[in-house]
């Protein structure tokens, strides 16, 4: 039998409050409701993507921590939590993963932690979404180590635009260094509001900026409160409120990354 292509994605930007952690439960939620299997790796110590997927995390509980730090020594099979929707499985973080940094400074093969750690689970897997936190950190090269593709979303405000040209460089980096084989599959923007010129400029700029062409995705995410909300209840925006612009944005966006490749 052939082997598997599972796709390996990490949702990055520098940028705090672009909608990344969004982008993991509800993009992970709606491929899943598409009829695929999907893991989600949560690498951001704040865990909010953990929370969103209705898992609370507690001082305890095992996480992504014990799979990558000396400390901890977990199996992957002890870290891995099932959601309340078949198909979805999440490997939770915890705000001792904030450590790990430090902890990790001086170890060997300390880039290529989560790669090694998660290598048994993939197969299972169709798609497996890496949220990183809003830094170039240890834990986001962790990221980058692991990922054969990186999907960007753009708030679609000047400040996020203007961030992009880091983050390009940071990746090529990365492609230079650790990872060759990460790939830049698209950038999606978000918060978008039809009503706002500022976000209306910014999609223009978006569309006409040479750099980015061949990479903008026709997806738009909207804002739109309903993904906030369910986020707070732990409950992708697919599951929470189908007929939502989040939902249909998010099941756009999941389609779109099929055919993506
Ligand atoms: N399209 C959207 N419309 C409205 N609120 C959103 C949208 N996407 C995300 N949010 C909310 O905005 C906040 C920041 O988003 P988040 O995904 O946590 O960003 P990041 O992970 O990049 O820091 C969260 O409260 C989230 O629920
Ligand atoms: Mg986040």
Same mark, same amino acid.
């Given at each position: ?20 952690? !969004? *982008? ?6 709606? =491929? @899943?409701?598409?009829?695929?299997? @999907? ?10 993507? /953990? ?12 996480? #992504? ?13 002890? #870290? ?19 450590? !790990?940094?430090?902890? =990790? ?19 299972? %897997? ?34 996020? &635009? ?5 983050? &390009? ?15 830049? /599959?698209?950038? @999606? ?16 700029? =978006?569309?006409?900026?040479?750099? %980015?062409?061949? =990479? ?21 925006? @697919? &599951? %929470? ?8 944005? %998010? ?5 779109? &990354? *099929? *055919?993506?490749?």
């Amino acid at each position: 039998m052939a082997k598997k292509s599972t796709r390996i994605v990490a949702v990055a930007n520098e940028k705090g409050g672009v909608g990344k952690t !969004a *982008m993991v439960i509800n993009l992970g939620a709606a =491929l @899943v409701k598409d009829g695929k299997t @999907v893991l989600i790796v949560d690498m951001d110590p704040q865990h909010n993507a /953990t929370s969103g997927l209705g898992i609370d995390v507690t001082d305890e509980m095992a996480s #992504v921590y014990d799979l990558i730090s000396d400390e901890g020594g977990g199996a992957v099979d002890d #870290v891995l939590w099932s959601t309340k929707w078949p198909g979805l499985d999440v490997i939770a973080s915890h705000p001792d993963l904030a450590g !790990a940094e430090v902890e =990790l400074v001086d170890a060997e093969e300390r880039e290529d932690r989560l790669k090694n750690a998660i290598q048994p689970l993939i197969d299972k %897997y169709d798609v497996v979404i890496l949220d990183t936190p809003p830094s170039l950190s240890l834990l986001t090269i962790n990221v980058f180590s692991c990922a054969n593709e990186v999907l960007v979303p753009c708030q679609t405000h000047p400040y996020s &635009f203007n961030a992009l040209e880091d983050l &390009f460089d940071t990746i090529g980096a990365v492609q230079e260094g650790i990872n060759p084989e990460l790939k830049i /599959t698209g950038l @999606v923007p978000t918060f978008f509001d039809q009503r706002l010129r500022v976000c209306r400029d910014i999609m223009e700029r =978006l569309k006409t900026d040479e750099r %980015y062409q061949g =990479l903008l995705f026709n997806t738009i995410i909207r804002s739109n409160i309903t993904i906030a909300a369910s986020a707070e209840t732990g409950k992708p925006v @697919v &599951f %929470y409120r189908t007929g939502s612009f989040g939902a249909k944005d %998010y099941t756009s966006l999941a389609r779109e &990354f *099929m *055919m993506a490749k």
